[in-house]
């Protein structure tokens, strides 16, 4: 198993955004984290990165109890993390912004890895110049996943990736995660627009309030997951 949560519990302040839940991310796949507003995939992902802390519970990465230690050392272990909402560096051109997720690795390892990504998105190749925060808001979501894929992490965490994209920019970005993990990426995502996100997974899990309420493949939660979608 590359990731596995364990009894984990989220708060902030007085409020428990996630209560007890246990999630296993097994190498090679791509796992779904799916439910409405405020049922706590946020909240799960960030707590798996290191942004909040975790009040009770452990998060295991590769065999490694990384409940405690901090973000960076998260990120070199192998966990990469495109945010939800793009957050482009608006000022630095594409290619920049591709190549900070590569950071570290060498020049000859960020050339391959800009390489396959303009051959994954043309648009890498042909804006290469272009200030990030000029792009439309699916151009820039193309951009912030291009970053976190290029340091070809073991696991990639993606919050909400489809949010407020036309068709055109779901399907690049569908095909891109199905290419990434043919590459050998374990993929864990959050989404409310289940419909495009259970053509990619291979399990899930249905949250509701902080809690998780339904686990299994694909199958096995559809029904569920498509009711949250009109949540």
């Given at each position: 198993?590359l990731?596995r949560?364990?009894?984990?519990?989220?708060?902030?302040?007085?409020?428990?955004?996630?209560?007890?839940i246990s999630i296993?991310?097994?190498?090679?796949?791509?796992?779904?984290?799916v439910?409405a507003?405020?049922?706590?995939k946020?909240s799960?992902?960030n707590a798996i990165?290191?942004l909040?802390?975790a009040?009770?519970?452990r998060i295991?990465?590769a065999?490694?109890?990384?409940?405690?230690i901090p973000?960076?050392?998260?990120?070199r272990?192998?966990?990469g993390?495109?945010?939800?909402g793009r957050?482009?560096?608006?000022?630095?051109?594409?290619?920049?912004?591709?190549?900070?997720?590569?950071?570290?690795?060498?020049?000859?390892r960020?050339?391959?890895?800009?390489e396959?990504l303009?051959s994954?998105?043309?648009?890498?190749?042909?804006?290469?110049?272009?200030?990030a925060g000029q792009l439309?808001?699916g151009?820039?979501q193309?951009v912030?996943?291009?970053?976190?894929?290029?340091?070809?992490p073991?696991?990639?965490?993606?919050d909400?990736?489809?949010l407020g994209?036309?068709?055109?920019?779901?399907?690049q970005i569908s095909?891109?995660?199905?290419q990434?993990r043919?590459?050998?990426?374990t993929?864990l995502?959050?989404?409310?627009?289940a419909?495009?996100?259970?053509?990619?997974?291979t399990?899930?899990?249905?949250?509701r309030?902080g809690?998780?309420r339904?686990s299994?493949?694909?199958?096995?939660i559809?029904?569920?997951?498509l009711?949250?979608?009109?949540l």
């Open positions: 198993m990731l949560i364990e009894d984990l519990w989220v708060r902030y302040g007085g409020i428990t955004a996630l209560s007890g296993d991310v097994p190498e090679g796949e791509t796992v779904l984290l439910g507003n405020g049922a706590g946020s799960t992902i990165i290191g909040v802390p009040a009770k519970g295991i990465f065999g490694t109890d990384i409940s405690h973000c960076e050392r998260r990120a272990l192998g966990i993390y495109s945010p939800e957050r482009v560096f608006p000022t630095m051109s594409v290619t920049d912004n591709v190549l900070s997720g590569a950071f570290g690795l060498g020049r000859k960020q050339m391959e890895a800009l396959w303009r994954t998105f043309p648009l890498l190749h042909d804006r290469a110049s272009q200030p439309s808001g151009q820039q193309i912030a996943l291009a970053r976190a894929m290029a340091s070809f073991k696991l990639l965490l993606m909400e990736p489809f994209l036309a068709p055109v920019w779901i399907k095909d891109a995660i199905l990434l043919a590459r050998g990426t993929v995502m959050t989404e409310q627009m419909r495009p996100a259970l053509k990619l997974a399990s899930g899990y249905v949250m309030g809690e998780v339904r299994g493949p694909v199958d096995a559809r029904d569920l997951a009711a949250d979608e009109y």
